[in-house]
Each structure stands twice: as structure tokens, then as C-alpha cells.
T-cell receptor, first 110, second 112 residues
Framework: KNEVEQSPQNLTAQEGEFITINCSYSVGISALHWLQQHPGGGIVSLFMLSSGKKKHGRLIATINIQEKHSSLHITASHPRDSAVYICAVKREDTGNQFYFGTGTSLTVIP | EPEVTQTPSHQVTQMGQEVILRCVPISNHLYFYWYRQILGQKVEFLVS????????KSEIFDDQFSVERPDGSNFTLKIRSTKLEDSAMYFCASIGGAYEQYFGPGTRLTVT
């Protein structure tokens, strides 16, 4: 059983396009984390959300708690944005562990 | 910006051998996690560690695994008798305010 589902699994975009990656979850959560995993394997935290919207540079993350859904948007995409984007949730009923989605692999073509 | 470090970056070991993976978390953090990621699969939680003891562990974290903070800075994950299926990337994460996670670069463990 996968508590966290991401879509699409793979995404190819032209440089400059607006990108949306979706994350749906089936449990009550206290926090949602968007992460970026580089081709070499390293993982970088992008956003931690519990409500509303956050923006950092060209990245925007939103969450709708009632609909159990979050989106990560990338504006003016660039080839350096190519990476796997991972959604992870902290359940509100099972302590402090995070449950991860399988990731969305993004390739931005120049 | 403070960072989490992990050593070694790559460890090759034979089945049945013990391995120790090391992490140096961010110095003023008190909460640490270990995760693993089998090649091509999602990241999985192994264990969380708070105030020098295990806070929570997953089903994966069986008797073959242990964690320690031997000297107040290093944070180690030990696998007592490695199996082929332990081959994976192992990530340490150091937890800041609001459960924001700072990941180390990972250790790639290959069991032959």
C-alpha cells in the first residue's frame, strides 16, 4: 500500500515551460516535504509545508489539506532543473517518520 | 550553510560482514534519521534517533541494524551481518526546526 502517489512518473519539458508535479496522499498528515534528488543521488530539501503556499525563486509549492493534495510548480524551467522530485509526508497518527513517494523524474531539454 | 556529511561515500563488502556507516549531523540538531534507497526504488525510513536513543523504527530496522551516537558528534548505522538485499544508498538526515530535513550525500553500500 502506497500512502503517497506522485504524478506524472516521468516528465520531459522544453526549456522555459511551466511545470507542475502532483502529490496525493491517503492519510492525515501534519507536514509535507518536497525534495529534489540529483542524478548523482544527493537529496536537497525544497519545501516543508503544512498549509497554504510557499515560494522560493522559480519554485512554488501548494498544499490543499482537505483534498489531500500538493503541487510543485517550476516556472521558466531550465535544464539544471532536471532531477527527480520527491514528495514525502509526515503522518499525524504514527510518530515522526516520513513516507515517501516514488518520485517524478523531470528532464528539461534546452 | 551547515551541512551533513557521510562517510564512506561508497562501501563494498562481502555478504555476512559487518559495516558501519557514519554521519556527522548539523551540530545544534538533536533529531536524526537514517533512510535507505534501493536502486530504482523510493526512499524508505529506517530509524529516528532523539536525545541519544531510538525514537522510532520501521519494520526494515531489524536486529541486524543498530544506531549509535558514540561521541556526541558522529552518528552511526551498523549492519551486523550484511545480506545482498542490504545493497542500497543509505542517507542520514539531520532535523531542524519544523521537521525540515537536511540530508547527507549518502553512502552507497554494495554487498557482494
Amino acid at each position: 500500500k502506497n500512502e503517497v502517489e506522485q504524478s506524472p512518473q516521468n516528465l520531459t519539458a522544453q526549456e522555459g515551460e511551466f511545470i507542475t508535479i502532483n502529490c496525493s496522499y491517503s492519510v492525515g498528515i501534519s507536514a509535507l516535504h518536497w525534495l529534489q534528488q540529483h542524478p548523482g543521488g544527493g537529496i536537497v530539501s525544497l519545501f516543508m509545508l503544512s498549509s497554504g503556499k510557499k515560494k522560493h525563486g522559480r519554485l512554488i509549492a501548494t498544499i490543499n489539506i482537505q483534498e489531500k493534495h500538493s503541487s510543485l510548480h517550476i516556472t521558466a524551467s531550465h535544464p539544471r532543473d532536471s532531477a527527480v522530485y520527491i514528495c514525502a509526508v509526515k503522518r499525524e497518527d504514527t510518530g515522526n517518520q516520513f513516507y515517501f513517494g516514488t518520485g517524478t523524474s523531470l528532464t528539461v531539454i534546452p | 550553510e551547515p551541512e551533513v556529511t557521510q562517510t564512506p561515500s561508497h562501501q563494498v563488502t562481502q555478504m555476512g560482514q559487518e559495516v558501519i556507516l557514519r554521519c556527522v549531523p548539523i551540530s545544534n540538531h538533536l533529531y536524526f534519521y537514517w533512510y535507505r534507497q534501493i536502486l530504482g526504488q523510493k526512499v524508505e525510513f529506517l530509524v529516528s534517533f532523539y536525545n541519544n536513543e531510538i525514537s522510532e523504527k520501521s519494520e526494515i530496522f531489524d536486529d541486524q541494524f543498530s544506531v549509535e551516537r558514540p561521541d556526541g558528534s558522529n552518528f552511526t548505522l551498523k549492519i551486523r551481518s550484511t545480506k545482498l538485499e542490504d545493497s542500497a544508498m543509505y542517507f542520514c538526515a539531520s532535523i531542524g526546526g519544523a521537521y525540515e530535513q537536511y540530508f547527507g550525500p549518502g553512502t552507497r553500500l554494495t554487498v557482494t
